[in-house]
């Protein structure tokens, strides 16, 4: 079903939206969770918070493209989760490639931070943008979608090492990016 047509049944209040949004979306819904949580439970519980976030925002809201919509909910729903239940100990699974990316990353604790936030934001959509469709795809694995190392290198093709020498460049270069727009963190 196209999203124009879900979003539709959203404004309708009709009980099909929901489902026809889990059978559109649903897998990558719930591969996005499990690779945050990596626990199942959690995880469908996270995308079930994320169908009922999307049934209080459509009406009034209108997300077309709804995936990228969808996506951002379950992955701020299970990252909530995640940090709920480590809250007092460190699992290295999802923070190594938060560690990664951290010297880029400023906190968003006052109103200039916020906006720096947004600028970055808007750095870094204009990096990716910059980049071959592969190095696109290897960043937003890791870095979005917390995809590890030996599963990009299954999906791109490429081997383990390889990819974690591209990622490492890549980093590297979206560091010399920012510093030529003056962003130094």
């Keep these: 079903m196209e999203d124009a047509q879900i979003v539709e049944l959203f404004f309708h209040r009709s009980e099909e939206a929901v489902r026809a949004l889990a059978e559109t979306y649903g897998g990558v819904c719930r591969r996005l969770a499990v690779n ?26 209108r997300p077309l493209p709804l995936l990228p919509y969808l996506c951002r909910i379950v992955r701020n729903l299970s990252i909530e989760c995640y940090r709920r239940r480590h ?33 970055l934001t808007r750095l870094l959509n204009a990096y990716l943008e910059g980049l071959a469709p592969r190095d696109q795809l290897l960043f937003m694995r890791r870095y979005w979608f917390f995809d590890s190392c030996a599963e990009i290198a299954r999906i791109s093709g490429l081997s383990e090492k390889n990819v974690s020498v591209r990622l490492t460049r890549l980093r590297k270069k979206l560091r010399i990016f920012l510093e030529e727009n003056e962003v130094y963190l």
């Design 87 to 119: 809250a007092a100990k460190r699992d290295d699974s999802l923070t190594r490639s938060w560690d990664e990316l951290e010297p880029f990353l400023p906190s968003a604790d006052s109103p200039e931070a916020q906006t720096d936030a947004r600028e």
């Design 36 to 61: 945050v949580l990596k626990n199942d439970q959690d995880a469908e519980e996270c995308v079930n918070d994320a169908y009922l976030a999307v049934w209080n925002a459509v009406p009034p809201a």
